[in-house]
Nanobody, 129 residues
């Protein structure tokens, strides 16, 4: 069974940076696309970024383009989310996930996170002055 352990969240000021980590077990990372998602209080979970199995194709939500970068380290079974110029509206709990069974590409599963069955605990990010 695929499992995710997210880490790296914290409380930061606007304009600063943070890097989140997603440790993936139960699947060879080199064969799976991985998505980062977030859920703010009172809101639905939304896709933030996705990387295909090789890292050769990435997707970003419009709200984070130019500020966030998704990086995969297949040898370490870890996917990172580098976040810069953080804004208060980035405040949320951040999760990583993949399709079930794992999919090599960022396809329909990424756009419908409510249908995904396996989630980690997430890591909280708070951006405040």
């Amino acid at each position: 069974q695929v499992q995710f352990v997210e880490s790296g969240g914290g409380v930061v000021q606007p304009g600063t940076s943070l890097t989140l980590s997603c440790k993936v077990t139960g699947v060879r990372l080199g064969s799976a696309a991985i998505g980062w998602f977030r859920q703010a209080p009172g809101k639905e979970r939304e896709g933030v970024s996705c990387t295909n199995y090789s890292g050769g194709m990435t997707l970003y939500a419009d709200s984070v383009k130019g500020r966030f970068t998704i990086i995969r380290a297949n040898a370490q079974n870890t996917v990172y989310l580098q976040m810069t110029n953080l804004k208060p509206e980035d405040t949320a709990r951040y999760y990583c996930a993949t399709d079930d069974p794992p999919n090599m590409y960022c396809s329909n599963w990424y756009y419908a996170p409510g249908n995904l069955g396996h989630w980690g605990q997430g890591t909280p990010v708070t951006v405040a002055s």
